[in-house]
């Protein structure tokens, strides 16, 4: 039997850096402002916030349901698939934002810093595990 999409365990960790990606967004939503106020950028870090955030959690969720099914493969075939899962995610990720930053749609800075969410958030969540103990 098949199981319902919010049962699986990539949709549980989604779900759980939700907070993390809502949380950077709005930070750097903010910084993004108040440096265009002050004229020290332009709307250029907003769109680089957002589209650097969406790419990153696309990115998440395409790891996660590839590492799902790799689960069902033998060692030697998961193997591969996760490696072409990888490189194909990152191309694809620079390959987004290095179009959207030929073209100056985004600034390249609020644009790579959502791509530390998970990890970001993984280290948080392991500092707060430990500190239960």
Do not use: H, Q, W
């Not at 850096?17 to 939503?29: D, K, M």
Request: positive net charge; charged residues 15%; glycine residues 8%.
């Amino acid at each position: 039997m098949k199981k319902k999409i919010t049962e699986t365990t990539s949709f549980k960790e989604c779900m759980a850096l939700l907070p993390y990606y809502i949380g950077a967004l709005v930070l750097l939503g903010i910084v993004s402002v108040i440096l265009m106020i002050s004229g020290i950028g332009d709307y250029t870090l907003l769109t680089g916030a957002v589209a650097g955030t969406a790419v990153s959690a696309l990115n998440f969720v395409l790891m996660a349901i590839s590492a799902e099914k790799a689960i069902t493969l033998t060692e030697k075939s998961a193997k591969l698939a996760m490696n072409g899962s990888y490189g194909a995610r990152y191309i694809g990720t620079f390959i987004i934002l290095g179009v959207l930053m030929f073209f100056k749609i985004i600034n390249p800075v609020t644009a790579v810093l959502p791509l530390f969410v998970p990890k970001i958030a993984y280290t948080v969540t392991a500092f707060k595990e430990k500190s239960d103990f």
